[in-house]
Each structure stands twice: as structure tokens, then as C-alpha cells.
């Protein structure tokens, strides 16, 4: 079932002279499963869209479907709001400067509290959160202040796995990281999906998107001009200046091109490539 967007259209700021069209007739389906990638140029209604999916925004027009929950343009007509943010969590982009109780530990504890947890439960679940993002028990009693950014991202990033959700969604989650903070949130996350979670992130990072993602939905000025797979994606290259393919799959694609019979959803490293273009000439010689 998952997630059904139908006609969403958001206006910020409506009827002043600063209204602003920010999602025009989004339509769109995320099946189960998925780990999908939504990209488009900065202010092409990413963040938007996605803060629909918990209900922050509400649409101005349109709906939306989450599985059993329907956001609605009325705003009184929505139900079951704290059920729906149990089962979708949200990581906003810079979520680190939403951290503001005196530990880590309690900061990753709120959530769960706020969903009716009793505090030593929490505490128990915060602990087995921090250990999943690699924070040890070191960190447990530290202020959130003292920490480095990309230390604040996982605790942020904590706080929404104690609440273990079915959907997790990621606004930006590698912005600002160095390498290799990036890539342990990318492994953690690829390990959410391997558990059966299904994912959705905002990234401006194509390579994440070739390596990680199997849908990916291109938004340009607040509407939608791609869903499909990630190796289908060279068609609208050209077409949108936001999209630009790395090149480990632009030599994988040109390859493919001239015959290797190469799986472009297949390939996460410059080895998958070799070790494909590899059998390709076995079979050759
Ligand atoms: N709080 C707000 N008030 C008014 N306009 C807003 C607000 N937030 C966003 N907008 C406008 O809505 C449009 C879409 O913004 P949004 O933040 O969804 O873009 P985005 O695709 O997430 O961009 P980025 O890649 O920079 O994060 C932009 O034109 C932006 O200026
Ligand atoms: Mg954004």
C-alpha cells in the first residue's frame, strides 16, 4: 500500500503578496519497501513535500495517503496525527539543531516519552539506539553541545530509530558530513532498509542516489518531472541541469552502450564495474 500522493499542491503564505506556489499537482506513489531518492535544484519543493508525509504541512489542495492514515486539506479532518508520526518519522535536515535536552541520552528518550513511554523504558531504548548509531556509553551523559556535528546528526538520527518506525524519512542526511560521517550514516541507514524499513531521503548527492536508492523522483519549481528507477535517470539528463550522473556510472553507462551487458543497479563501487566489465571479456575470450 505505502504512500499515495494525489494533486498536492502547497501554497506558503497564501493570499498575501508574498505567496508562494511551492508544490503545484504533486502526484506520485512510494510502494513499500522502497528506498527512494527525492532531488531537484535547492527550492524546488523537496522539503516541502516531505514534511507533508507526517502531517507538518498540511496540503492546500490535494492528499496524501500513508498507508492507513490520509492527510487531508482540512485541517480538523486529520486523525490520529501522533499514530501516523509513530509509523512515519521524520529527520529534518540539519537536525542537529533540534537537539536541546541536557543529554544525549534524554534527547533521544523525548520522542519516545512524548509517545507515552515510560521514562526508564526510554532510557533503556535510547541506550540501544545510541549503541546502533555507534555512540557508546561515553556519550550517554555528554550535553549534545559538546558534541561534533557529525556526532549530533546520529544522536539526532537515534532519537527517530528508538521510535522505530516503518518509514523513515531523511531530509539531507549527509549534508555537511565529511566522508567518512556520511558514509556511516549511509551504512546505518542501508541497514534500516535491509530490516525491512522503508526509506525516503532528500539528497543532492547523486552519488548516493546510484548507490543506494532504487526510485527516485525528480521535483523541478514545485512539481514533479520524474518517478522511475535510478538507471532510467540518464534520459533526463540535459533535461534538468539539477541532475548531473557520476562519472563511475556515466563509464558504466557508455559501456552498456557499445554492448557489456553491465547492471547499472548493481554496481556500488568502481569494483562492481570492473568486476562486470570482468566476466563481460571472459565470456569474450
Ligand atoms: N517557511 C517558508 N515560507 C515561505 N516560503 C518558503 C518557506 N519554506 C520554503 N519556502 C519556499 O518554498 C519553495 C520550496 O522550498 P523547499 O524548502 O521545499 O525547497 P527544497 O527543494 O527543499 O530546497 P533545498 O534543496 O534548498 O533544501 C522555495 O521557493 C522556498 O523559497
Ligand atoms: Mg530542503
Excluded at 480538523?76 to 509513530?86: A, F, M, P, V, Y
Excluded at 558534541?147 to 518509514?167: F, K, Q
Excluded at 531530509?171 to 534500516?192: C, I
Excluded at 519549481?221 to 563511475?248: M, N, R
Aim: proline share 4%; glycine share 6%; hydrophobic share 40%.
Amino acid at each position: 500500500m505505502a504512500i499515495q500522493i494525489k494533486d498536492l499542491r502547497y501554497v506558503y503564505l497564501p493570499k498575501t503578496p508574498n505567496a508562494n506556489v511551492a508544490l503545484d499537482g504533486v502526484t506520485l506513489t512510494i510502494p513499500d519497501n522502497a528506498f527512494a531518492a527525492f532531488i531537484g535544484r535547492t527550492g524546488s519543493g523537496k522539503t516541502t513535500l516531505v514534511q507533508h508525509l507526517n502531517a507538518l504541512l498540511i496540503p492546500t489542495s490535494g492528499e496524501l495517503e500513508v498507508d492507513e492514515f490520509k492527510i487531508v486539506s482540512k485541517k480538523r479532518k486529520n486523525k490520529k496525527i501522533k499514530e501516523l508520526r509513530k509509523h512515519l518519522s521524520l529527520v529534518f535536515q540539519f537536525p542537529e539543531y533540534q537537539l536541546f535536552e541536557e543529554t544525549v541520552e534524554k534527547d533521544v528518550a523525548f520522542g519516545l516519552k512524548n509517545f507515552g513511554v515510560k521514562n526508564d523504558e526510554a532510557i533503556k531504548l535510547a541506550h540501544e539506539a545510541l549503541l546502533s548509531v555507534g555512540l557508546d556509553e561515553k556519550y550517554f551523559q555528554k550535553s549534545p553541545f559538546e558534541l561534533s556535528g557529525g556526532e549530533r546528526r546520529r544522536v539526532a538520527i537515534a532519537g527517530i530509530l528508538a521510535i522505530n518506525p516503518d518509514i523513515l524519512v531523511l531530509d539531507e542526511p549527509t549534508a555537511g558530513l565529511d566522508v567518512k560521517g556520511a558514509k556511516d550514516v549511509m551504512s546505518l541507514v542501508q541497514k534500516m532498509h535491509e530490516n525491512g524499513k522503508t526509506i525516503i531521503m532528500v539528497t543532492h548527492d547523486m552519488d548516493l542516489v546510484m548507490k543506494y536508492c532504487n526510485l527516485v523522483y525528480v521535483l523541478k519549481d514545485g512539481k514533479l518531472a520524474y518517478q522511475g528507477s535510478t538507471d532510467k535517470l540518464f534520459d533526463q539528463v540535459g533535461e534538468d541541469s539539477a541532475i548531473e550522473i557520476p562519472p563511475l556510472y556515466q563509464l558504466a553507462q557508455k559501456l552498456k552502450e557499445r554492448g557489456a551487458p553491465i547492471q547499472i543497479e548493481n554496481i556500488k563501487s568502481v569494483d562492481d564495474l570492473i568486476n562486470q566489465v570482468k566476466g563481460w571479456k571472459k565470456r569474450h575470450e
